[in-house]
């Protein structure tokens, strides 16, 4: 199993690749887009260092998330027809409490309850994630 890096910590090459069974150099590139990403940081002789992570960093991720669901439900409020909309009701099932509103306000052709629901539904999703990467210790 993979290990899960936190904030702070080194990856060497060496090791990743030994632990996922490849060679150094598919992970050598990976490291350096994760690094021009900016998700970890290359330290001479030390390897890469995991860069931390904040709450607003999730937060970030997540509006601009909630931003384009929002639009999306609000534009498939607008097209979807009722054959559609009976197809999303296994969708409805397995996520219940947030995809009711988002599916009301699709039945209702409505762009601006869809808009908000979906934006909701994906801001909720976002605060889950910060709780539980704050219980695990790798936000700061």
Same mark, same amino acid.
């Given at each position: 199993m993979v290990a899960q890096f936190k904030s702070g910590?080194?990856?060497?090459? &060496?090791h990743l690749a030994a632990e996922l069974g490849v060679s150094q150099t598919p992970v050598r590139e990976a490291m350096m887009i994760l690094q021009s990403e900016g998700s970890v940081r290359? &330290?001479?002789?030390?390897?890469?260092r995991? $860069?931390?992570?904040?709450?607003? +960093?999730?937060? +970030?991720?997540?509006?601009?998330?909630?931003f384009v669901a929002?639009?999306? $439900?609000?534009?498939a409020?607008? =097209? =979807?027809d009722d054959e559609a909309l009976s197809r999303i009701e296994g969708w409805a099932a397995?996520?219940? *409490?947030? *995809?009711?509103?988002?599916?009301a306000a699709l039945r209702e052709r409505d762009?601006?309850?869809?808009?908000?629901?979906?934006?909701? *539904?994906?801001? *909720?999703?976002g605060e889950q994630l910060v709780d539980h990467l704050r219980g695990q210790?790798?936000?700061h």
């Open positions: 910590d080194f990856v060497r090459t &060496e290359w &330290e001479p002789r030390r390897g890469y995991v $860069a931390p992570i904040t709450r607003q +960093d999730v937060s +970030d991720l997540f509006q601009v998330q909630a929002g639009e999306l $439900a609000a534009r409020a607008e =097209l =979807l397995a996520s219940a *409490h947030d *995809h009711t509103p988002v599916l762009p601006d309850g869809a808009r908000t629901a979906m934006t909701e *539904h994906i801001r *909720h999703v210790g790798t936000l």
